[in-house]
């Protein structure tokens, strides 16, 4: 069983419900961030903690507990999940509201869910995805607006793929929960713009400082039919190999050696957390 936090209640997931005047429902106003635990620890919490309240700012939502409050909070939920390592979804919405479009106090759930890996085959053969001319409103901040995504679920299951890149005006940003890198040689390259800046894609630009020249800048996508690899990062891709961009394969098809050194730098940074 699986706990979670709503306004100052500690319960059981089933047991905790958002009322039907919640801005979130009737205006879709609302953000959220997610992360996962590793050794009963939360991963890279300062920066998770950094990007939630940067997001909240930019929604002029006012946070209702402190960082140190917070992280009391997800302590207490990860105790009573056992011990077991979960991941953790925080939503912030705009809160119940009079008139229907007027923030007054917003609403904080803290739910500890299940985590859900990345099937092995996928870091083995790599993923495909499919081009999507589209960029996310208000990128770098975490909304719970996916409808982009759940609207194309059909074209990219008609593609056999697994995720839409976006790109606009010939420019990558980001794919529809994750970010994107290229590698060229020794070049690791990822986008600078209109993208959430992913936790997981700042700790891999990190470990990647001493063996690669690491480059954050526009990435066109011209620049991709000569790209050795690529991949995308997220708190469950980790690093996952894109080995097909529609009908495009990335350099020779299969998953390259500068995508598994990542991963298994990844892999190696969690087993200490």
Known sequence: MHYGYFNGTIAPT?????????????????????????NSRPFQWDWYWERFQNSASRMHLPLPLGKDET??????????SGGA??????????????????????????????????????????IKVILDE?????????????????????????????????????????????NFF??????LITPSRHILHGITRRTILQLAQSDFQVEERPVLLSELYDADEAFTTSSTKKVLPITQIGDLTIGNGHVGPKSKFLLEQFNELVKTW
């Not at 992280?71 to 009573?80: C, H, K, S, W």
């Not at 106090?105 to 803290?110: A, K, Q, S, T």
């Open 85 to 126: 390592d979960v991941a953790f979804r925080f939503i912030l919405t705009g809160g119940y509201s009079a008139d229907s479009i007027s923030i007054e106090r917003p609403n904080l759930l803290i739910l500890a869910e299940s985590i859900h890996p990345t099937p092995l085959i996928q870091y083995e053969q790599g």
């Open 14 to 38: 089933e047991q905790l419900a958002v009322g039907i005047t919640d801005l979130s429902l009737l205006r879709g106003y609302g953000l959220f961030d997610y992360f996962l635990t590793y």
């Open 71 to 80: 992280y009391a909070v997800v302590m207490n939920l990860i105790e009573r």
């Open 134 to 178: 589209y960029v996310r409103e208000m990128a770098e901040v975490k909304s719970t607006d996916y409808k982009r995504v759940i609207l194309m679920a059909q074209a990219i299951k008609s593609a056999g793929a697994s995720d839409l890149l976006y790109q606009k005006g010939g420019e990558i940003s980001e794919l529809s929960r994750s």
């Open 182 to 187: 290229i590698v060229k040689g020794d070049r």
